[in-house]
């Protein structure tokens, strides 16, 4: 799993790869393998709208898809990472 921080989050956005691919160039990425992490972090995603951080997600079957997480359902683990 890896998050990017999105610059633009006060607009809505639908193509959230495309969002990942241009963020990641202006902000670091941030690597989560801890599955109690993931976990915690898949509870509080949404596919749609606008979020503060966009999130890449690989299966074990190589499927890649992305989520996001609003301002208000960040875990602070991730706020640290990003500060």
Do not use: W
């Not at 993931?38 to 979020?51: A, W």
Request: zero cysteines; proline letters at 1%; hydrophobic letters at 35%.
């Amino acid at each position: 799993m890896e998050i990017v921080q999105v610059y633009q989050s006060d607009m809505e956005y639908r193509a959230t790869d495309a969002v990942f691919e241009q963020n990641k160039e202006k902000s670091k990425v941030v690597k989560i393998t801890e599955l109690a992490q993931i976990d915690e972090i898949l509870m509080n995603t949404s596919r749609y709208g606008y979020g503060k951080y966009v999130i890449k997600i690989k299966l074990v079957n190589g499927t890649i898809y992305f989520e996001q997480l609003d301002e208000n359902h960040v875990p602070d683990f991730i706020n640290k990472a990003f500060e």
